[in-house]
């Protein structure tokens, strides 16, 4: 295996540098005099760079903040994490010193349970919480099904992978990708698979369910359980918006995902969205 990830999977090649607010957390658009910030966390096997596309979708009264995960992109040589307890301590860690607006925690799958977690440990701390919480492609924490994947062999790893989508047969195929790819992959599913939450007092802020309509992770239901279980994790209101396609449902419909973001932070900063000239 290379000591470098390829640039065709870090995202970097010759896009302009986010700006380093800590190893933690990048932001490729700063706008300080933004009213409200949209703080992201990526999937399992994800880095900061799936959000970098969205920067160029939000109007100047947001910046978007997404969450670097170590072993992956511009932290390729960092040790990575495997606890969610850790994870969850060094993320806060990052974010309580630059809480100085309101804001919206959003997670991916693995990064709904992360942003979840978030959110209680900032609670614990007495820091600012979010405003908002939107949760993406995953059932609730002590609801989603917990797996072996990690524990299986790299066929099988793939086949997880290309049963999900989002990942192309071209990176599980090469020989350089493949095994740097897997094993964050490898990396984040022993995360997620081992996490165990506890009992709390549901949190205060709204919740936003966000799935795909074919996502087999979190199948769009009715009646009590259409959110997946996050209803009972929380004491206001819980929404589900659903959105064609599979797991990955957000690259392809990312104008119509920003869009909803900002329709349930303030509906003013949904009209007009496209107009916004683009980042570069």
Known sequence: MSTHPPASWTGTGTHRAPRRLGPWIRCWSPRPAARLRLICLPHAGGGAGFY???AALLPPEVELWAIQYPGREDRFEDPMVD?????????????VPSLDRPYALFGHSMGSAVAWEVA???????ALGPRRLFVSGREAPGTATVG???RHSDDLL??????????GDEVLTD???RPVVLGCVRNDYRLIETYRPIS???LRCPIEVFTGADDPELTPRSGRDRAGGWADLTTARTQVHTFPG??????PRRQEVVTAVLRRLDPSLAMGAHRWPSTP
Do not use: N
Request: hydrophobic content about 35%; some cysteine.
């Open 52 to 54: 970098r596309p969205w």
């Open 83 to 95: 606890r969610m307890d850790e994870l969850v301590t060094a993320v806060t860690d990052a974010l």
């Open 120 to 126: 209680h440990d900032l609670r614990r701390r007495e």
């Open 148 to 150: 072996e994947v990690h």
């Open 158 to 167: 793939c086949r997880e992978l290309r049963r999900l989508g989002g990942t």
């Open 175 to 177: 020989p350089d990708l």
């Open 200 to 202: 709390r007092p549901p």
């Open 246 to 251: 599979d797991h990955f449902y957000l690259a």
